[in-house]
Each structure stands twice: as C-alpha cells, then as structure tokens.
C-alpha cells in the first residue's frame, strides 16, 4: 500500500507570507538599486536621521548581525552618506552620522520604498487592503510578535 500525504485543512500561510516577503523584498532590492542603495543602507540611513544612534542600536533596529552592519555602514561611508563620529552625549561611543548628501539619498530612497510598498497594496481592491493591513499588523503584534525559543532557531529571512 502506498502511503498518502496527509490532507491541509488550512491554508499554507507560511509559503504565502514566505512568498510574497520574498518577492517583495527582490522588488524593493531593483528599485533602490536604481540609485545605488541596498534596503540596508536605506534603513541604516532613515533609522540614523531620526536621532543620534550608535552602530549597535542600529543594528538592532534593522535586524543587522555586526559584521552586517559594519559593512553596510563602510559602503554608506565609501558613498560619502554617512560617516562614524563620537558621540555628543557619549565621547566613548560612535555614533552613524547622515551627510547632507545621504540626507538627500535617504529623501529618495523613501520615496521609492513608499512607492515600491504602494503598487504592491494598489494590486487589491481598497477594502482588502485595509483589511490585509489590519490583519498583518495584529498577527505582527499579537500572536507572531515574538519568535518561539527552540534549540535551532529558524533561519529568518535578511532584507
């Protein structure tokens, strides 16, 4: 007798967000290409311009390991859009400092993360977007806000 795969009774959420991250995140990759940028770089940029932050904290805000972080900070630094200064509350920290040119760049590339994040919701009608939004941000929240503690934690997807 030939075994049978078990029956789904619900519906793969897993492959649609897994998918639709995926996709996403590749669109957002091609669109900030288009001036220079990684996803990294912009975060690293906007999250800098909000306040005085260290490398480490920025880090973390972006879900950057070290090693990341410090090559994303050297490409920002070669692109002359941010630079490592001591900090003014802190002498003995660093902090990531945005250029006036990197405070232009990161004007941009907000803009093309708005817009790439737009027609991806403009692609459903106006109710299910409200209703996908709503619905992703209580799961984010809620119930998915925090990771389970297992032995190997699950590879999260970088962006």
Known sequence: MTAMAPTRNEPDLSYLLD???HVLRTRMAAALAEIGLTAR???VLVHALEEERTQAQLAELGDMDKTTMVV?????EEA??????PSSRDRR???IAVTEEGARVAERSQEIVDRVHREALA?????DR??????????AEGHLATPAET??????ARQ
Do not use: F, K, W, Y
């Open 151 to 156: 032995p190997r934690p699950a590879r999260r």
């Open 130 to 139: 409200a209703t996908l939004l709503r619905g992703l941000n209580q799961l």
């Open 72 to 76: 994303t900070v050297d490409a920002l």
């Open 93 to 95: 920290a660093r902090i």
């Open 80 to 85: 002359g859009l941010a630079e490592r200064r």
């Open 41 to 43: 770089m912009h975060c």
């Open 19 to 21: 998918h639709t991250s």
């Open 123 to 127: 692609s459903l009608p106006a109710s």
